[in-house]
């Protein structure tokens, strides 16, 4: 069967905070301070979508481990998903949680 099949970058960037929110470590996601400015972008640009993701870290968790993990789960999480395989997956910590 002919045709093509896509997926929203709504609909990825909501599986993408589904799957940082299952990472141990991560306290919550932050929105950004401007309007439609969202916790979890995601670009599309030739086929290939570039996620980033604005997460506060919980107090005492390793920034370097959380995005690894993070990183790691939103891949597999998305190509699981929605059979898209993501070019880049970013993580900025904008926030630590309060011990």
Do not use: F
């Given at each position: 069967?002919?045709?093509h ?63 690894s ?31």
């Amino acid at each position: 069967m002919e045709g093509h099949a896509s997926v929203a970058a709504d609909v990825l960037a909501s599986y993408a905070a589904d799957a940082a929110r299952e990472v141990d470590g991560v306290a919550g996601l932050v929105e950004g301070h401007l309007p439609r400015q969202g916790a979890v972008r995601v670009e599309e640009a030739e086929g290939c979508a570039t996620v980033e993701l604005h997460l506060e870290l919980a107090w005492g968790a390793s920034a370097q481990e959380v995005g690894s993990e993070v990183q790691r789960r939103v891949a597999a999480y998305l190509e699981r998903m929605a059979g898209a395989k993501p070019g880049a997956v970013n993580v900025v910590v904008d926030q630590i949680g309060k011990p």
